[in-house]
């Protein structure tokens, strides 16, 4: 995939790794927006009409160089809250949206470049597993739980010990 097309992704999802369920399906298309800096493409979702509220997803992947032999690959997707205003009571008139905060990840993949696509593969599938709840085999049975600490850590801000 090119960084020209659309990104579709999906807050629909439970944290199963495969599902049959027809409910499961994309509600979010980030559409391309170019590079913003020379080797980071981004991508914006525009569904919420207001520009300073817009999710974003940057990507950037840096080659290895003379001095580092190493392939970096960085994801981030950023989805900022606006603060919540009501027309002013004197002139009945409704306040500029602000942000209030950004909730934020941060995906980096360091890549050696001796490394195998066989083996960027394994890091991925893994790198997912730490987001599943359940990882279901092909029929779409559960058949075991990853017992990841990231999906409590970052729903219920639990500690990882």
Do not use: C
């Not at 509220?53 to 950023?78: A, E, F, H, Q, W």
């Not at 205003?85 to 004197?90: V, W």
């Amino acid at each position: 995939m090119g960084a020209i097309a659309q990104v579709k992704l999906s807050t629909l999802t439970t944290g199963v790794g495969v599902t049959s369920d027809a409910a499961v399906s994309v509600n979010k298309t980030f559409d391309p927006q170019g590079f913003v800096l020379p080797g980071v493409a981004r991508w914006v979702d525009r569904s919420g009409g207001i520009a300073i509220g817009y999710p974003t997803v940057t990507l950037s992947n840096r080659l290895p160089t003379k001095t580092s032999r190493l392939n970096k690959v960085v994801v981030k997707l950023v989805i900022p809250t606006l603060e919540v205003t009501a027309p002013s009571t004197a002139t009945g008139i409704q306040p500029q949206p602000t942000k209030a905060y950004d909730h934020t990840v941060v995906m980096e993949f360091i890549l050696p470049e001796r490394g195998t696509e066989a083996e960027r593969i394994a890091l991925m599938n893994q790198a997912r597993s730490l987001l599943m709840g359940t990882i279901n085999a092909s029929d779409g049975t559960p058949s075991d739980a990853t017992g990841s600490p990231v999906v409590d850590a970052v729903r219920y801000l639990d500690s990882p010990y």
